[in-house]
T-cell receptor, first 112, second 116 residues
């Protein structure tokens, strides 16, 4: 079955450490997205990519970085510059304009 | 800037009763609108979408939504709720630049509680 796979499901970060969240899709979608979800805050856009080797900042990109070297993969790195990284992170993809986004099952990041 | 407002943080409905979840948006052009549902610890599942045409759209699980341009609203409805409908519901508006799909702006969600 086609879908979006996020790993790991749970992740712990030590102070000063960078961590990378994985997102892989086999839907052949061009566009991919990363959102952060905090309780009572809905989802907020971190980064998105409409095509390989290109990506744009969303509303809350500070302290995060991404790459898009392959169509199927859009990893998110939470850097030590992100002072409040504890959240639920959701990856999504879509086939383009006017198409809905499909979501993975998320990664929950916590601070040790 | 675009925004989405879901006025109700929590809603409690008796099983078998009707449901309406409210959503208001602010957007400079004709929006692309979505409703998603999220179970605890899970990703989001698309319930329905509005792009153009008929303002009453049907979705999965018996849900429907009506786009009202004059009220900037896209309320979600279901005639009779089931206990399995208990979840978090998100309304979202699509952002599209000349280059493609830029991302979704989400409301803060409505937590639906079903009473037996």
């Amino acid at each position: 079955d086609g879908g979006i796979t996020q790993s790991p499901k749970y992740l712990f970060r030590k102070e000063g450490q960078n961590v990378t969240l994985s997102c892989e899709q086999n839907l052949n979608h061009d566009a991919m997205y990363w959102y952060r979800q905090d309780p009572g805050q809905g989802l907020r856009l971190i980064y998105y990519s409409q095509i390989v080797n290109d990506f744009q900042k969303g509303d809350i990109a500070e302290g995060y970085s991404v790459s898009r070297e392959k169509k199927e993969s859009f990893p998110l790195t939470v850097t030590s510059a992100q002072k409040n990284p504890t959240a639920f992170y959701l990856c999504a993809s879509s086939s383009g304009v006017s198409q809905p986004q499909h979501f993975g099952d998320g990664t929950r990041l916590s601070i040790l | 800037a675009q925004s989405v407002t879901q006025p109700d943080i929590h809603i409690t409905v008796s099983e078998g009763a009707s449901l309406e979840l409210r959503c208001n948006y602010s957007y400079g052009a004709t929006p692309y609108l979505f409703w998603y549902v999220q179970s605890p610890g899970q990703g989001l599942q698309l319930l329905l979408k509005y792009f153009s045409g008929d303002t009453l759209v049907q979705g999965i699980k018996g849900f429907e939504a009506e786009f009202k341009r004059s009220q900037s609203s896209f309320n979600l409805r279901k005639p009779s709720v089931h206990w399995s409908d208990a979840a978090e519901y998100f309304c979202a508006v699509g952002l599209y630049s000349g280059g493609g799909a830029d991302g979704l702006t989400f409301g803060k969600g409505t937590h639906l509680i079903i009473q037996p």
